[in-house]
């Protein structure tokens, strides 16, 4: 326990980028009031478990991780989506001291100082503007809103996060210009659908440095561009409104990438998923958005072996994935998740179908994926150093990414002759190689 008069408390944090963002905000606002965040059970005078609900694994790996705390510690305050699967976390663990759901922080606060009361004389100085983050220093998560309106089937998030609840864009601008403030050098900017920013709010305009600017995605992404920062889209639903940003990107102000998670290319599979914008155009728009921004990057996710896939209907998975040549891919096999409505339809696809259809997926985006890479070989990019490492044999090694890789999903450029690069620097280099995932390169080569 502490051994000075300070009240500490210890912070686990697991899951998403998005409960990341929660993690931040409850660590900012326990060192506003003064509480000390411990890097120790032992050290802690009790200890705040943030969860992920998501998937079964993450449950499990959540109930290990209170039960740890437990152990260690003793007192034990749980947060984050299990904690909003009713019951979950008490029947495994009856000694924790409360449990909240997902971004719950006032909550959370009330559960702390009802176990730790807060110090006198709250060192609200202490607390950088920018808050607490939990992501290296040069790049940080922007969460916008939180929640969503729709109803995938095969997701349970609106359930527990509730619906979208899109966050005032003064705010966000305001945490965004602390975080440029305090040296961060990309943005990426989250929420569980991002082309929806402000719907809930009818696009009500809100102020940033006394001016006023609409609740809405392409106008917070303007405001967001003069910042003189990276920024990134995640989660953006092929809305026709999302097509006002495309000139943003060819502009340059920021960056030609978009994350959009088509999910499946069979209307009749993407109806039974209950997807957002399923009726648009796909092929028609990113051709558009294309042409108007040539060097854009398009990442996307797929689920093979959604329940009632059909051979032809994965063909036609198959058959898009060639058309669209999309740069960036991930899929995954349907899971069944506790509480979704897609666990019921009929016609659920044997586990060895999935596989196999994953493994036929893979083959080709890998192909796909490949030959863009090797587009890059010999051109010169702009890449964001995220670190620097010596080798074996004492030489300077840099790993960055270049303005068509996020951080942690998509690849990577392996630097050669790194000497005098720091984390965040921004780095001009010729491309030397590729494979399927990532590229090495360094200083221009004649
Ligand atoms: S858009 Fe669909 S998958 Fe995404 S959070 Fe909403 S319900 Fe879930």
Redesign the pocket.
């Known amino acids: 326990m502490s051994s000075n008069n300070t009240p500490k408390v210890g912070f686990v944090s697991l899951g998403c980028p998005k409960a990341g963002s929660d993690a931040e905000r409850i660590l900012t606002q326990l060192r506003a009031e003064g509480y000390e965040i411990s890097g120790t059970y032992e050290d802690a005078d009790l200890v705040v478990v943030n969860t992920c609900g998501f998937i079964d694994s993450a449950v499990d790996e959540s109930l290990d991780a209170i039960g740890e705390a437990l152990n260690k510690n003793g007192k034990v305050i749980v947060t984050g989506c299990l904690g909003a699967k009713s019951g979950v976390v008490q029947t495994a663990h009856p000694s924790v001291l409360a449990v909240t759901g997902p971004h719950a922080l006032e909550e959370v606060m009330t559960a702390v100082h009802a176990n730790l009361p807060k110090p006198h004389d709250p060192y609200v100085d202490l607390v950088p503007p920018q808050g607490v983050r939990l992501t290296p220093s040069h790049y940080a998560y922007l969460k916008i809103s939180e929640g969503?309106?729709?109803?995938?089937s095969?997701?349970?998030?609106?359930s527990m996060?509730g619906d979208l609840v899109s966050r005032p864009v003064g705010e966000v601008l305001n945490e965004a210009e602390n975080l440029v403030n305090a040296g961060v050098s990309e943005i990426l900017v989250i929420s569980?659908?991002t082309s929806a920013y402000g719907v809930d709010v009818k696009y009500r305009s809100g102020f940033w440095n006394g001016r006023p600017v609409k609740t809405r995605m392409t106008e917070l992404t303007k405001s967001l561009s003069e910042l003189g920062v990276w920024v990134r889209l995640h989660?953006v639903?092929p809305y026709p409104h999302v097509d006002e940003v495309i000139p943003l990107m060819a502009d340059g102000l920021i960056l030609p990438y978009l994350d959009v998670?088509f999910?499946h290319a069979s209307p009749r599979i993407l109806k039974a998923m209950?997807?957002?914008a399923s009726s648009e155009n796909n092929l028609a728009r990113i051709k558009a958005w294309r042409d108007i921004c040539p060097d854009i990057t398009v990442r996307s996710t797929f689920i093979a072996g959604f329940p009632g896939e059909t051979e032809d209907d994965f063909q036609m998975l198959l058959d898009f994935l060639e058309e669209a040549q999309l740069d960036r891919v991930g899929c995954f096999t349907y899971s069944a998740v506790d509480g979704a409505s897609a666990n019921a339809l009929p016609d659920q696809v044997p586990e060895e179908v999935k596989q196999e259809r994953l493994a036929r997926f893979m083959e080709v985006q890998e192909r796909i994926s490949a030959a863009k890479l090797q587009t890059k070989v010999g051109t010169m990019q702009t890449v964001l150093v995220d670190e620097v490492v010596e080798d074996e044999d004492g030489n300077i090694e840099a790993i960055g990414r270049t303005k068509a890789d996020a951080p942690e999903i998509d690849g990577v450029v392996y630097l050669a002759d790194a000497e005098g690069l720091t984390p965040g620097d921004f780095v001009e280099v010729q491309i030397y190689d590729a494979d399927g995932h990532d590229l090495w390169g360094g200083p221009p080569q004649d």
């Open positions: 969503c309106n729709h109803r995938c095969f997701c349970i998030i609106p996060r569980q659908d989660y639903y998670p999910q209950k997807r957002p």
